[in-house]
């Protein structure tokens, strides 16, 4: 079965460079959400997008932004990047966002190291 | 106090018995819980989800749900050294946010 597809899956930027990162979701899940996990941290959510509208912010940074397209997959693009960005970024998605019943699948994750 | 707590651990189990591991949340509106393995290194993977009291059992896998008493727990019999990973318990709280806890670490002794 198809997964969630995350591009690049390593990534070495200098400080104060741009990344971008790309998450194409399970086909027909609608909802996209983006976490950021550092090292021997749990994951701790940035933002979701349902239908291609904003659905929720957590922790993201006002140097990231990101957005979810027409064909459902989304891109978190990071400015000014900082060491403590390095960490792996994972992407996930789901039907119809967090109602009852619904599951998230994530995808391999972005390893993102900044240097 | 974090809305989702699991014990950092590491629990310690030997092989071939029954790891317990533990999860409190602190919304009563929580309606959806979910236990997610991941490797270092690696994505977290959906292990059970429970939505309701009760038992849910998969496998060598059962959830245990208790709202009344806030918390949700992962039974796993008949542990096996593949199953060493870290454990994160997950709910969907009443804002129907995912709220993650900061994971048990288990390692099973050959």
């Known amino acids: 079965a198809a997964g969630v597809i995350q591009s690049p899956r390593h990534l070495i930027k200098e400080k104060r460079e741009t990344a971008t990162l790309k998450c194409y979701p399970i086909?027909?899940?609608?909802?996209v959400y983006w976490y950021q996990q550092g090292p021997g941290q749990d994951p701790q959510f940035l933002i979701s997008?349902?239908?291609?509208?904003?659905?929720d912010k957590g922790s993201i940074p006002d140097r990231f932004s990101a957005q979810q397209f027409s064909d459902y997959h989304s891109e978190l693009n990071m400015s000014s990047l900082e060491l403590g960005d390095s960490a792996l970024y994972f992407c996930?998605?789901?039907?119809?966002?967090?109602?009852?019943?619904?599951?998230?699948?994530f995808g391999e994750g972005s390893w993102l190291t900044v240097v | 106090q974090k809305e989702v707590e699991q014990n950092s651990g590491p629990l310690s189990v030997p092989e071939g018995a029954i790891a317990s591991l533990n999860c409190t949340y602190s919304?009563?509106?929580?309606?959806?819980f979910f236990w997610y393995r991941q490797y270092s290194g690696k994505s977290p993977e959906l292990i059970m989800s429970?939505?309701s009291n009760g038992d849910k059992e998969d496998g060598r896998f059962t959830a245990q749900l208790n709202k009344a008493s806030q918390y949700v727990s992962l039974l796993i019999r008949d542990s096996q050294p593949s199953d060493s990973a870290t454990y994160l318990c997950?709910?969907?709280?009443?804002?129907?946010?995912?709220?993650w806890g900061a994971g048990t670490k288990l390692i099973i002794k050959p």
């Open positions: 996930a998605s789901s039907q119809g966002g967090h109602a009852v019943g619904n599951t998230i699948y």
């Open positions: 086909p027909r899940h609608d909802t």
């Open positions: 997008f349902y239908e291609k509208m904003q659905s």
């Open positions: 919304d009563r509106g929580s309606q959806s």
């Open positions: 429970i939505y």
């Open positions: 997950a709910v969907s709280n009443s804002n129907y946010q995912l709220i």
